[in-house]
Each structure stands twice: as structure tokens, then as C-alpha cells.
């Protein structure tokens, strides 16, 4: 069972940034794959950004080039630095995690961006 904590999120401007974090309750070192999921409201669940443990990254077309994500794993700790926001960012940012056979979810963390 490994317990993720998202923060961050908040309320901000067209244009703006954030940077979302996401702790595990345990080591990330050598986890297979963690990744941002975001929801907004009604509407399905969509991959953001993934991090393999080597390293290797990838984005959804709607937010690459404004979007950056990164491990601490010495902190035990996930992010997504995001800039340029746009309306159509507004939802809740989920942080994920999978080894080799558990995946586990945090419990989300709200980013609205107004006009």
C-alpha cells in the first residue's frame, strides 16, 4: 500500500504557473512509472505526464512545451511544473504510481485557471 499526498494546486491567472508536488509514503527509487493525471469536472480522467525511473518522459500533446515533470527521490517526491496556464487546464490533478504490479493514486489536488 503506498499512500501519495498532491499539493500545489490553487487558483491562477491565464498565463500563470504552478508547480504541483505529490510525497509518497514510500521509496520511489526504481519505481517502474509515475505520472499526472488530471479530471475536469465531467469529463474523464487524462494522462498529463508520465517519468519513468530511468528518467524518460512523456507528454499529452495539450500540454507539452508548458509542461515540466520531475522526481526527488530522495524526498520521495513527485512534480509538475506548469506554465503558460490556460482555462482548459482547470481540474483535479492526480498524482499515480506503478511498480511492477500495484498501481496507486493520490487523492488529487485542485488547479482552477480563470480568464
Known amino acids: 500500500q503506498v499512500a501519495l499526498v498532491e499539493s500545489g494546486g490553487g487558483l491562477v491567472q491565464a498565463g500563470g504557473s504552478l508547480r504541483l508536488s505529490c510525497t509518497s509514503s514510500r521509496s520511489i527509487i526504481n519505481m517502474n512509472v509515475m505520472a499526472w493525471y488530471r479530471q475536469a469536472p465531467g469529463k474523464q480522467r487524462e494522462l498529463v505526464a508520465t517519468?519513468?525511473?530511468?528518467?524518460?518522459?512523456t507528454y499529452a500533446d495539450s500540454v507539452k512545451g508548458r509542461a515540466a515533470i520531475s522526481t526527488d527521490k530522495a524526498k520521495n517526491t513527485l512534480y509538475l511544473q506548469m506554465n503558460s496556464l490556460k482555462p482548459e487546464d482547470t481540474g483535479v490533478y492526480y498524482c499515480?504510481?506503478?511498480?511492477?504490479?500495484?498501481?496507486?493514486w493520490g487523492q488529487g489536488t485542485q488547479v482552477t485557471v480563470s480568464s
Open positions: 499515480y504510481t506503478r511498480d511492477v504490479i500495484y498501481p496507486s
Open positions: 517519468i519513468t525511473s530511468s528518467g524518460t518522459t
